[in-house]
């Protein structure tokens, strides 16, 4: 399977990013992260994701 990274979509873009056809290399910003209510009742969501289409399906 061969994914084109050019072509994908950011969700929370990094300041810091390279992107090819073939590789994504990111600097992620200071306390960037995914978590999603932790015991302590904080959620961050805003570390940055690049998303693109596969051709395939992962079921």
Not at 27 to 36: A, I, S, Y
């Amino acid at each position: 399977m061969t994914v084109d990274f050019s072509r994908g979509t950011w969700l929370n873009q990094p300041q810091h990013s390279t992107v090819t056809p073939e590789k994504v290399t990111i600097t992620t910003d200071m306390e960037t992260d995914f978590w999603q209510r932790s015991y302590y009742g904080f959620r961050n969501d805003y570390a940055p994701a690049l998303a693109a289409r596969a051709a395939c399906s992962f079921l």
